[in-house]
Nanobody, 124 residues
């Protein structure tokens, strides 16, 4: 089964930027739909963004729309999440997830492969 490894998390002040990466161990149809979710302490896992293999249709949560940009690097079997104008409420562990297809890309239970996550901390 394909494995996903996230990187790029860290500590940043409000208004700053970070770029997360998620690299898949192999290219398979299991990563045709790839998403980012996040989970803050004491809260449920929350959808952030998702894209299809062609990157024609990328969707974002309302809380990050206009600030975050998801892209795909075909050569590296990777997706990236450029996060700009970060806010303290963006603090969370960010997870990469993948599935061959989904009926609703916003739902975590649609994804079959998950990375271990990378911590993002935004100070005020």
């Amino acid at each position: 089964q394909v494995q996903l490894v996230e990187s790029g998390g860290g500590f940043v002040r409000a208004g700053g930027s970070l770029r997360l990466s998620c690299i898949a161990s192999v290219r398979t149809s299991e990563t045709d739909t790839t998403a980012w979710f996040r989970q803050a302490p004491g809260k449920e896992r929350e959808f952030v963004a998702a894209t299809t293999w062609s990157v024609v249709d990328t969707v974002y949560s309302d809380s990050v729309k206009g600030r975050f940009l998801m892209s795909r690097d075909y050569g590296m079997n990777a997706v990236h999440l450029q996060m700009n104008n970060l806010k303290p409420e963006d603090t969370a562990v960010y997870y990469c997830a993948a599935a061959p297809f989904t009926r609703d890309r916003h739902q975590a239970n649609e994804y079959v492969v998950w990375g271990r996550g990378t911590q993002v901390t935004v100070s005020s």
